[in-house]
């Protein structure tokens, strides 16, 4: 495991920091931007860091693509005037 993301775990205790359930043995879980970096999060703030378990990332990656979808919408519209 890298430095960061053990550092990360310790300080979180092993527990995603959506649902707060810990990894079952043998189950990993993966190191998440808490805000996107697309839109201003820190790429290595440990404040913008943490433990996420598959099925929140599921959701969270989910309504981030949503939301990009719309924000590329939005834009597309104001341009054409």
């Not at 527990?15 to 189950?27: L, S």
């Amino acid at each position: 495991m890298r430095s960061l993301k053990r550092r990360v775990a310790a300080r979180d205790n092993g527990c995603c920091y959506v649902c707060g359930r810990e990894a079952d043995e043998g189950e990993t879980y993966d190191l998440e931007h808490k805000r996107p970096v697309s839109q201003g999060g820190a790429t290595r703030d440990l404040d913008n860091l943490g433990l996420i378990c598959q099925a929140c990332h599921e959701v969270k990656s989910r309504v981030e693509a949503a939301e990009g979808n719309r924000r590329r919408v939005q834009r597309q519209r104001s341009t054409r005037g």
